[in-house]
């Protein structure tokens, strides 16, 4: 239901920006976040944006200021535009897709790399 995309290898200071596809979800009725899981840490909250209209958004303290999520709910995809990128935040980026209203109803994506290095 949620595929991400965009991942790659940027150098420290760069950009990237992350698409997830969630194909077949209105975002009237879904919280989307993604998440991230570096490398001997467990998985963590990035960013979330509650539902339309709504839309409230949350970050982590790791990136706010960093990173922007965003959404075109006509094309039912969301996006993560990381700018001042480090080290630290290398890892698997997951995209996420909550039901607001059903319990339980929890959505993963496969994930896609994101590797900070010179």
């Known amino acids: 239901q949620v595929a991400e995309s965009g991942g790659g290898l940027v150098p420290p200071g760069g950009s990237l920006r992350l698409s997830c596809a969630a194909t077949?979800?209105?975002?009237?009725?879904?919280?989307m976040a993604w998440y991230r899981q570096t490398p001997g840490k467990e998985r963590e909250l990035v960013a979330r944006?509650?539902?339309?209209?709504?839309?409230?958004?949350t970050y982590s303290d790791s990136v706010k200021g960093r990173f922007t999520i965003s959404k075109d709910s006509a094309k039912s995809t969301v996006y993560l535009q990381m700018n001042n990128l480090k080290s630290e935040d290398t890892g698997v980026y997951y995209c996420?897709?909550?039901?607001?209203?059903?319990?339980?109803?929890?959505?993963w994506g496969q994930g896609t790399q994101v590797t900070v290095s010179s």
């Open positions: 944006i509650t539902p339309d209209p709504d839309s409230v958004i």
């Open positions: 996420n897709a909550d039901s607001a209203y059903l319990r339980d109803r929890v959505y």
């Open positions: 077949g979800l209105n975002f009237r009725n879904w919280k």
